[in-house]
């Protein structure tokens, strides 16, 4: 589980592999017209259940995957899931969403357009980790594997809000 399902044995770059998941599950929710504004509690639901799973499996499975391979192991891909998870659940979704999919024939590429840039935020501000997600990272255990990624998710997040007022203004 804390390998989300064999993806943090993939190479290169095992953490982009982790956070995939949660965006093509915002994907299909997106593209079946279950938005945070028409269907707020699957939508949310489904995410918040992802993270409140991939959150356990990091603490409670953390200090053993730490002893088998290190800090912060890149074979444990959990917490990038919990990190994308939450970075998608602090969309800026009022200022963006629009009709579902078959209204439309633009809403594939703007939910394309936004999921993409919420998975490149979160990537970049999971590799560079700044302050305090370093810091936190040192944390021993399950706590420490996670905590730089819920911090991560909220620079992202906070990335992603600033950029779509600006840009959507």
Known sequence: M??????GNMRPASGTWGSLPPVLVAAVLLLWGLTPLAAPFV???VLGAI????????????DAAE???GQDPGQVVADEVVGQSLTLMLLPWGTIMLPP???TDHIVPLIAFTLGFAFVAFRVMDIVKPWPARQVQ???GGWGILLDD????VYAAGVVQIT???VLR
Do not use: E
Request: charged share 10%.
């Open 51 to 62: 993270s409140l799973i991939f959150a356990l499996a990091c603490v409670l499975q953390g």
């Open 67 to 69: 002893a088998r391979w």
């Open 164 to 166: 779509a007022r600006v």
């Open 150 to 153: 819920v911090f991560a998710a």
């Open 138 to 140: 040192r944390v021993p």
């Open 43 to 45: 939508y949310y639901g």
């Open 2 to 7: 804390i390998s989300v399902f064999g993806l």
């Open 101 to 103: 999919l078959w209204a």
